[in-house]
């Protein structure tokens, strides 16, 4: 329960929704809010198909994406027999899907400065109230303290039109994050799944020159039910080469991420650097953060790339 603090004003807040779009960098530029239409990065994403079967030596599984809760059925496992060669110079690589906000990213301050901005005379939150909300979408979290759906709909628009002018000088790198790519991209394909739109997060990530490691990014834009559902991670795992789900990792710091990854049937991973509290028991593992997180799956990975090697 959240001990909100409200103004009882009959004054409204004089807010108007800024259309206008702002230069955000040299060679980046934010569309109209708040429609957000896609943008020319470096990265397409694929249409999909309803369904997609993955056959591995583990066994078959059809990740089945529709207008239902997207879900895996695991089919009976197929005797691939000699289809199989013993060392055949190739392996699957290891998929390694990271959260943003708290995983990679110290977004804090301009996730509070704009969420009590979009509040207006209404709401003042503090900055714990607003940390223990991420995570969430951002109506959601609106919601949460109090606004009617709504009405929670137009303060995400003021949200984002405040958060627009602010997000890249009020957004830092947690530490050895370039050092975490830089390992992770040796022995895994890289994607983020997030709650925060696709359309600012590849800003950011070009902004700090990472975006480059990564094959796929899924923003809130891109799905119909967002974390804790599994569609976010299945819809990138769509556009990621065939990798058995032992080999699949989401890394993030909030309950909603290690959910997703539960529900998706995949590895979750904790990282303490962010704005969940207490969740060893809920991961797979858990690490103070994303390089002894990426480490620690390295090592894993080597380790089968080793049998993989000696196999008769």
Known sequence: MFSWKKFHNTKQADESVDSRSEEMSAHIELKEEPKYPSTQDTIELKELPESKSIECAQGVFELKLDSSEPHIVRKPALN??????????EHEKYVLLFDLDGTLLDSIDGIYH??????GVEFSPTLDEVRSLIGLPLAEMFVK??????????????YKNHYRKIYLQETKLLPNVIESLIMASGFAHLGVVTTKTALY????????????FFKVVIGSEDVQHPKPSAEP???????????????VFMIGD???DLEAAQNAQINGVWVRS?????????????YDGVYEAV??????????EEGWHTTE
């Open 80 to 89: 691939l027999g000699n289809e199989i060669k013993a060392d055949s110079g």
């Open 114 to 119: 704009s969420f009590t901005h979009a509040c």
């Open 145 to 158: 303290i109090g606004f009617d759906s709504k009405e929670a709909q137009n303060r995400a628009i003021l």
């Open 201 to 212: 997060s590849k800003h950011i990530l070009q902004h700090f020159d990472i975006l480059r």
């Open 233 to 247: 991670i299945l819809k990138a795992l769509y556009s990621l080469p065939i990798t058995p789900k032992e080999q």
């Open 254 to 256: 909030t309950i909603y």
């Open 274 to 286: 962010g704005y969940g509290v207490g969740l060893e028991s809920r991961a797979t593992a858990s």
């Open 295 to 304: 480490s620690a799956i390295r090592v894993q990975a080597k380790q089968y």
